[in-house]
């Protein structure tokens, strides 16, 4: 028998695209012999970062979700018919055996096109589920979150896949060949700020602010600024960049983070086990203080709001952190226990698992015994658990 297919749909943003590659990495690991299909559509970075994480992509119409009553919202229906269509045809083509959904415009026209067909399972990683995670948890086979209190029925805590590079990173072996990589000092402490690609001027205003201070204390700074953010004048121990494209070694090189709260940041800040100051987002729905609650009640950060963020209030939360080995040591601690850098293969084990299941149930059917079903589905039915 040849192996499970898996439809995997998070197109658009990293945000959506990266969590969609760790789950499908980690199929690849527990069953080599699985084929992992990628949906997505010509927008956002879907041609991009698919193809070159080798997983094959098929392209879908964009179904944009308005979040407001407006002339989209009247030309939605259409859209996703003919999306739900492609979808179909996919599932078909590739012979799928379940749908695993990340949410955004890619995920809604996927469940619906599952929906009867195969397996769905949704995975919804911020504390507040968006529209089409609402709608696919409504007859998902099961709903997993990267966070508790999302809202959608039936929820499993599972965390938010994350790429090996992250959660299997050994930061005190790295230590050295990071700091030499940035060119930041071989000793003292250092502070990694960062705010997204384009960065967050609140968070850039205040390390201009502070850095005087922390240059003063011994503090290196490695500040990742955005492409459009401005950087703080020079300072001895101060790296300014654009953008960082190796995390991994940057949080090898930290001690702390100075950062927003989105769900891929909380968890990999947590998986690597670094202390945080955390800045949510002053816009939204809130979701980013949410995403940061449990690490910050575990005591692995400080949530400072957006508006009380100004150089002096920097300082007052990262100094007596950064000269602190110790309690460097224990939120680093804290904040390591508080997340999941299993997620991936959680997740895979949930989804092999119900693959594994609806299989047997079909072989059962059609062969009428249960013996008989197990022998149809060779290899051993351990083999999908990969316990």
């Not at 078909?92 to 599952?114: E, M």
């Not at 149809?376 to 658990?385: E, G």
Request: proline letters at 8%; hydrophobic letters at 45%.
């Amino acid at each position: 028998m040849t192996g499970p297919s898996i439809v995997v749909a998070g197109g658009g943003s990293a945000g959506h695209i990266e969590p969609a590659l760790a789950f499908a990495d980690a199929v690849r690991r527990l069953r080599p012999d699985a084929r992992v299909t990628a949906l997505g559509t010509e927008r956002g970075l879907d041609t991009t970062l698919i193809p070159a994480r080798g997983y094959p992509l098929e392209l879908i119409p964009p179904v944009p979700l308005p979040r407001k009553p407006s002339g989209d919202l009247l030309r939605l229906p259409g859209r996703v018919r003919g999306a739900v269509a492609r979808v179909r045809e996919v599932l078909s083509g590739v012979d799928a055996d379940a749908v695993v959904g990340f949410g955004g415009y890619v995920a809604l026209p996927a469940y619906l096109g599952a929906r009867g067909r195969v397996p769905v399972v949704v995975h919804e990683a911020n504390a507040r589920a968006g529209l089409a995670n609402k709608v696919g948890a409504r007859f998902a086979e099961a709903v997993a979150v990267a966070v508790a209190g999302s809202g959608l029925p039936g929820e499993q805590v599972v965390g938010m896949p994350l790429r090996r590079s992250i959660t299997g990173l050994d930061r005190v072996a790295l230590r050295a060949e990071a700091r030499a990589f940035f060119r930041l000092p071989p000793r003292g402490p250092v502070l990694l700020v960062f705010g997204g690609s384009q960065g967050a001027r609140t968070l850039n205003t205040a390390v201009a602010e502070a850095l005087p201070g922390l240059v003063r204390a011994g503090v290196a700074v490695l500040h990742a600024h955005g492409r459009g953010g401005q950087a703080a004048p020079p300072a001895p121990g101060y790296v300014p960049l654009p953008y960082i494209e190796r995390m991994d070694l940057a949080y090898a090189a930290a001690d702390a983070v100075l950062g927003r709260c989105g769900m891929t940041t909380v968890a990999e800040v947590t998986a690597v086990g670094l202390p945080a100051v955390y800045v949510p987002l002053p816009h939204g729905n809130g979701e980013q203080a949410l995403n940061a609650a449990p690490v910050v009640a575990a005591g692995g950060g400080v949530l400072v709001e957006d508006a009380e963020l100004t150089g002096e209030r920097a300082l007052a939360e990262l100094l007596p952190l950064l000269t602190d080995p110790r309690r460097l040591a224990a939120m680093g601690a804290a904040a390591r226990a508080s997340g999941h850098a299993d997620a991936d293969e959680r997740l895979a084990r949930l989804v092999l698992d119900i693959v594994y299941r609806h299989n047997l149930e079909s072989a059962r059917g059609a062969v009428g015994s249960d013996d008989r079903a197990t022998e149809v589905l060779r290899p051993d039915p351990r083999v999908w658990r990969q316990q």
